[in-house]
Nanobody, 123 residues
Framework: QVQLVESGGGLVQAGGSLRVSCAAS????????MAWFRQATGKEREFVAG????????YYADSVKGRFTISRDNAKNTVYLQMNSLKPDDTAVYFC????????????????WGQGTQVTVSS
């Protein structure tokens, strides 16, 4: 079992930066692949970024590549999403997810989810 709690969301102006965090419970955190998804109002939840277990190979959606960075600290059971050059289109609830399939981008590959944290980017 893994429980996930996101934090760090908020309001930021376009072009600004924000870092969201996801704290995980459970002693086997470093055996899970982790990811961030987001869901804007009226839209489907979409993959944003993922990171393998262990050494942490990363992969990103094209829409955030070069602007967002996912990282993990296995000693702290925490995964981060650093978001730079934010755009109004990045406004969404951001969800942390954990799963067993490295490299997955589909929602159904992740069995554990946090409650989400709101990120709002003003123009």
């Amino acid at each position: 079992q893994v429980q996930l709690v996101e934090s760090g969301g908020g309001l930021v102006q376009a072009g600004g930066s924000l870092r969201v965090s996801c704290a995980a419970s459970g002693r086997t955190f470093n055996s899970y692949a982790m990811a961030w998804f987001r869901q804007a109002t009226g839209k489907e939840r979409e993959f944003v970024a993922g990171i393998f277990w262990g050494a942490g190979r990363t992969y990103y959606a094209d829409s955030v590549k070069g602007r967002f960075t996912i990282s993990r600290d296995n000693a702290k059971n925490t995964v981060y999403l650093q978001m730079n050059s934010l755009k109004p289109d990045d406004t969404a609830v951001y969800f942390c997810a954990a799963g067993r399939t490295a490299g997955a981008t589909a929602r159904n590959e992740y069995g554990y989810w946090g409650q989400g944290t709101q990120v709002t980017v003003s123009s």
